[in-house]
């Protein structure tokens, strides 16, 4: 069974960083592009962006662009997101999401909240 | 970026009832677009893909259908599982954009 779960979420401050990570298994890791998606209860589910199956490419959302970079470690199958000079905006929950016709399979989230 | 415009954004139904969300693109997305369902423990389900596919799993009470710019998501007969709330998703083009969500709730 797809499994994928999320950790590394918490409280931080606004400036500093935080590093998501997405324990995949029960599939081939290194086949598939991988995203990573965020809910508000203000602006709703937002793509935050995709990494491509061998981690040649990525794609991000313009309001992340700079300051998120998307990786993968196929030998580890595990999915991460860096969250450098993070701001309130960002609080949301993370869900990372295995990416098939666009993502399928999501994880339960995480929980990053930017506040002073 | 393509805008998703998601209707209604409540659906107050009934056991057993016919129900049907719609979302409207902003632009042509080529039958690129999924129906996820989330409950309210936060957990995401993708019910359907490529407009009407049903993802592996899925109850056939559930259908999509659309073109162009047009999509819905068609529950045939509620049944209590089914009461969440309903989300799409266009995939044709970077950023995806998601609709603004619909609750379907117990009338």
């Known amino acids: 069974e797809v499994l994928l779960v999320e950790s590394g979420g918490g409280l931080v401050q606004p400036g500093r960083s935080l590093k998501l990570s997405c324990a995949a298994s029960?599939?081939?890791?290194?086949?598939?592009?991988m995203a990573w998606v965020r809910q508000t209860p203000k602006k709703g589910l937002e793509w935050v962006g995709t990494?491509?199956?061998?981690?040649?490419?990525?794609f991000y959302r313009d309001s992340v662009k700079g300051r998120f970079t998307i990786s993968r470690d196929n030998t580890k199958t595990t999915l991460y997101l860096q969250m450098d000079s993070l701001r309130s905006e960002d609080t949301a929950t993370y869900y990372c999401?295995?990416?098939?016709?666009?993502?399928?399979?999501w994880g339960q989230g995480v929980m990053v909240t930017v506040s002073s | 970026d393509i805008q998703l415009t998601q209707s209604p954004s409540t659906l107050p139904a009934s056991l057993g009832e016919r129900v049907t969300i719609s979302c409207r693109a902003s632009?042509?997305?080529?039958?690129?677009l999924t129906w996820y369902q989330q409950k309210p423990d936060g957990t995401v389900k993708r019910l359907i893909y490529?407009?009407?596919t049903l993802e592996s799993g899925v109850p056939s009470r559930f259908s999509g259908s659309g073109s162009g710019t047009d999509y819905s998501l068609s529950i045939s007969s509620l049944e209590s599982e089914d009461f969440a709330m309903y989300y799409c998703?266009?995939?044709?083009?970077?950023?995806?954009?998601f609709g603004a969500g619909t609750k379907l709730e117990l009338k």
């Open positions: 999401a295995r990416q098939y016709y666009g993502p399928g399979w």
């Open positions: 029960g599939f081939t890791f290194s086949d598939f592009n």
């Open positions: 990494i491509s199956f061998d981690g040649g490419s990525t």
């Open positions: 632009q042509s997305i080529s039958n690129r």
């Open positions: 490529s407009t009407s």
């Open positions: 998703l266009q995939y044709v083009t970077y950023p995806h954009t």
